[in-house]
Nanobody, 128 residues
Framework: QVQLVESGGGLVQPGGSLRLSCAAS????????IGWFRQAPGKEREGVSC????????YYADSVKGRFTISRDNAKNTVYLQMNSLKPEDTAAYYC?????????????????????WGQGTQVTVSS
């Protein structure tokens, strides 16, 4: 069974840090681009970051650039999202997903519609 499970969320004060994990089962992560997305109440799901299958190319939304870092450990079949200098506007449910269809090695435009195998998400709340 192909599955991705997100973990590592929680409550943190502004300026704090969290590391999210995306653990894969039922397939090998090596050959897929993996994206992180988030969705806040009343808002559409948006792309946060993406990493290509060869671990060379990474992409970030302008809102998180310089604060978040995506990485992958293929030996552990896991992708991570290190989040530093967190802001209240980062509050959302965070999801990871694998790129689908043709060109799955690459992030492309990394829109949610081009990704699959969504997990249940992990909640990140940034508040004083």
């Amino acid at each position: 069974q192909v599955q991705l499970v997100e973990s590592g969320g929680g409550l943190v004060q502004p300026g704090g840090s969290l590391r999210l994990s995306c653990a894969a089962s039922g397939f090998t992560l090596d050959y897929y681009a993996i994206g992180w997305f988030r969705q806040a109440p009343g808002k559409e799901r948006e792309g946060v970051s993406c990493i290509s299958s060869n671990n060379v190319n990474t992409y970030y939304a302008d809102s998180v650039k310089g604060r978040f870092t995506i990485s992958r450990d293929n030996a552990k079949n896991t992708v991570y999202l290190q989040m530093n200098s967190l802001k209240p506007e980062d509050t959302a449910a965070y999801y990871c997903a694998k790129k689908s269809g043709r060109g799955s090695f690459y992030c492309g435009s990394w829109m949610p519609i081009d990704f699959e195998s969504w997990g249940q998400g992990t909640q990140v709340t940034v508040s004083s």
